[in-house]
């Protein structure tokens, strides 16, 4: 969420696209598969957020959609061509950790009047 091609929450992409690929390697799906899966779910994130507020306040750009999707892409190749393994008692910390961020993501988006919304006061918006 921003205006600019790279912000604060470009960081968080990139870190969420390298996880994806950890994650979804682990349990064997294809590397094909894990681009389009992993990449494809967050485009459709990118697509459903909100760029103004009801007051008509820009609170994200067609820019920084494009910095969100390159950022997570590149986080996603770097893990790609690294291949980290991480040890087994990790596999599910990173698991909840990428299913929470992403629901977080669209439940802010989705509902973005709530407290934690896109639209809210903690986001600075409103």
Same mark, same amino acid.
């Given at each position: 969420?921003?205006?600019? +091609?790279?912000?604060? %929450?470009?960081?968080?992409? %990139?870190?969420?696209?390298?996880?994806? @690929? &950890?994650?979804?390697?682990?349990?064997?799906?294809?590397?094909?598969?894990?681009?389009?899966?992993? /990449?494809?779910?967050?485009?459709?994130?990118?697509?459903?957020?909100? /760029?103004?507020? *009801?007051?008509?306040? &820009? &609170?994200?750009?067609?820019? /920084?959609?494009?910095?969100?999707?390159?950022? #997570? +892409?590149?986080? $996603?190749?770097?893990? #790609?061509?690294?291949? &980290?393994? =991480?040890?087994?008692?990790?596999? *599910?910390?990173? $698991? =909840? %950790?990428?299913?929470?961020?992403? #629901?977080?993501?669209? @439940?802010?988006?989705? #509902?973005?009047? /709530?407290?934690?919304?896109? %639209?809210?006061?903690?986001?600075?918006?409103?």
């Amino acid at each position: 969420m921003g205006v600019e +091609l790279i912000d604060m %929450f470009t960081l968080g992409h %990139f870190i969420m696209g390298f996880i994806s @690929y &950890i994650i979804l390697d682990s349990i064997k799906i294809t590397t094909s598969s894990n681009m389009l899966l992993s /990449n494809g779910l967050h485009l459709c994130i990118e697509m459903i957020e909100h /760029n103004k507020t *009801p007051g008509g306040l &820009i &609170i994200e750009t067609n820019k /920084n959609h494009i910095g969100d999707i390159v950022g #997570f +892409l590149l986080g $996603w190749l770097l893990s #790609f061509i690294l291949k &980290i393994k =991480v040890s087994i008692w990790m596999y *599910p910390i990173l $698991w =909840v %950790f990428i299913i929470y961020v992403t #629901f977080m993501e669209i @439940y802010r988006e989705v #509902f973005p009047d /709530n407290i934690l919304g896109a %639209f809210s006061k903690a986001y600075g918006k409103k």
